[in-house]
């Protein structure tokens, strides 16, 4: 199993910045990606991007590819990243960090199954 634990959220005004970290422990060699989801209040979980742990090859979703968001991984501090810029009031949501475990590699390191979730962490953007 992976444990995971996110960590960085907090309340930011419009235009701001925050970065989320995610940190890994278990069975750290069983990882394949590991990727970010967030969830705002009343809403589905949506993918936000995906980085693969070996390669540190990254993916945005679509919905947020005109965004200065970036995602980066650490697999010597079994840390992956969500730097989160230009911060808007629509990005507050609940972020959560997710790994997929090499028994999935057979599809695209930013698609689904992902295996283990984290807790999450607030993000809070005010206007």
């Known amino acids: 199993q992976v444990e995971l634990v996110e960590s960085g959220g907090g309340l930011v005004q419009a235009g701001g910045s925050l970065r989320l970290s995610c940190a890994a422990s278990?069975?750290?060699?069983?990882?394949?990606?590991m990727g970010w989801f967030r969830q705002a209040p009343g809403k589905e979980r949506e993918f936000v991007g995906a980085?693969?742990?070996?390669?540190?090859?990254?993916?945005r979703a679509d919905s947020v590819k005109d965004r200065p968001f970036r995602i980066s991984r650490d697999n010597v501090k079994n840390i992956m990243y969500l730097q989160l810029n230009d911060l808007k009031p629509e990005d507050t949501a609940v972020y959560y960090c997710?790994?997929?475990?090499?028994?999935?590699?057979?599809?695209?390191?930013?698609?689904?199954?992902?295996?283990?979730w984290g807790q999450g962490t607030q993000v809070t953007v005010s206007f």
């Open positions: 278990g069975r750290i060699s069983s990882i394949y990606s």
């Open positions: 980085v693969a742990w070996n390669g540190g090859h990254t993916h």
């Open positions: 997710a790994t997929k475990t090499k028994a999935y590699s057979d599809t695209f390191f930013y698609e689904d199954p992902f295996d283990y």
